[in-house]
């Protein structure tokens, strides 16, 4: 039986791994079934303990959908306490993206709805192809929108917010680049290198540092601003803790020194 997430990983020798991950369920718009989600938890948790993994890429299979909400049929048959226990799921989903300690990055190859945007919003970079269409339809079918929709003020402002919650209608991809619910809007032809780009760029970086700097920022999140410059402070000292920002950075100094001496 095929898993319903498949993992592909890009072995770079001694730059470490990229992994992608992807919702194998194409026929279904990559909804998330119970089993898809705890899937995915597992995988995504498993991954987070290889100390060479450099980068995350999250996406779906096929070209139609890169997760389309929660399963339907799945929503029809929750109780109350059936639905604490699924949302809660959902949440982990997208809480061990927020926890894993390198970059995330989203491949939004096209729909991405419910609890599919959330997921999306907790990822820390998003790239989607034109073709993508975003929505939080939830309340069309009796539902208020939850778990990880707590996340889009921050990325889009309260107003923003609101429309897609209250009206549960669908925007598309150059409309969530401007609202800043995507960074990157691209054809689909160009996805895939728009966000190989990204990937490169954080592999050519110091990987401790990567690593610290996610940290720091899941943590920059939930912090008032004193609080959070002092913990920079915190994260520039445990940088320090090993030898590798001196050789860095003296070696940087000796090529802008011999570049000057050209």
Known sequence: MTSPVL????????AGHVATVSIHNAARVNSLSTEIIRAFIDTVTALGGDPDLRALIVTGEGEKAFMGGANLFELADLDPAKARVFLTDIHHMSKVLRDLPVPVIARVNGWCLGAGLEVMAACDMRAAADTAMFGMPEVKIGLPSVVEAALL??????????ILLYTGENIDAATALSWGLVENVVPPADLDAAVAAWVDAIVDAEPRAIRL?????????????NDAIQAGIRSIARAYETDI???MVAATIERLRKSKAR
């Open 153 to 162: 003020p921050q990325l889009i402002g309260w107003g923003k917010t609101k």
């Open 245 to 247: 920002p001196r050789r």
């Open 213 to 225: 700097q996610k940290e720091l920022i899941r943590e920059w999140e939930a912090m008032p601003v």
């Open 7 to 14: 993992v592909r990983v890009d072995k770079r020798g001694a």
